[in-house]
């Protein structure tokens, strides 16, 4: 099971899109002759640096569960933790898993795909306060998106949790930082900030 914001990756795709068409003006001078300067180069390094916004935001997160643990990819960071090692999964305002980690302690990590905002989160009880009121059926009174995203999570860990009580003790989670993540942003920042002083200085 593998979710994601659609509306995040869609926009995140526009936004690719649209850096790679300008990309290719800015090389090849589609819309006029090609100019090569610090300047251009700048404003290149400004349309990387959207697209490294755009793989971290939109099209990175994800909510990841597989047989044999439960994945969340943030814009920056990555927590798996064995199925065994979850304690808990909740999802209110946002999807939250609490896991043993490392070093033994228990942990928590937020999910960024299906936040969902107070307000958001009122509607939605309203609205299904509604849909209770015309019939018989099943309860979606303050249900939302990660409300739904935690359920599906906690079946496949009741499929999948090993019996043994020892398998839980041993089991760890782990967070990590994405390398890519972190260098898609870096690298044009720092291009960003120093091709102007290199301008400057010439």
């Not at 690719?16 to 990309?23: D, E, G, Q, R």
Request: with cysteine.
């Amino acid at each position: 099971m593998t979710i994601r914001s659609t509306g995040a990756r869609v926009a995140a795709f526009a936004w690719l899109t649209f850096a790679v068409l300008n990309l290719v003006d800015l090389m090849f001078g589609i819309t006029g002759d090609p100019t090569y300067s610090l300047t251009v180069l700048t404003m290149g390094m400004v349309l990387l640096l959207g697209c490294g916004i755009a793989y971290t935001v939109g099209l990175r997160p994800a909510i990841i569960g597989d047989d044999e643990a439960v994945t969340i990819r943030n814009p920056l960071r990555e927590t798996r933790a064995p199925w065994s090692a979850v304690r808990r999964i909740e999802g209110t305002n946002a999807l939250t898993v609490r896991f043993t980690g490392p070093d033994g302690a228990e942990l928590e990590t937020r999910a960024w795909v299906h936040q969902t905002s107070p307000r958001a989160q009122a509607k939605a009880e309203a609205r299904a306060r509604k849909e209770q009121n015309r019939g018989p059926g099943v309860d979606l009174r303050g249900r939302t998106p990660a409300g739904f995203a935690a359920e599906q999570l906690n079946e496949i860990r009741e499929r999948r949790r090993p019996k043994e009580k020892d398998a839980e003790k041993s089991a760890r989670g782990a967070v990590t930082w994405s390398v890519p993540a972190v260098v898609s942003l870096v690298v044009p920042l720092v291009a960003v900030i120093v091709i102007p002083i290199v301008e400057a200085v010439r």
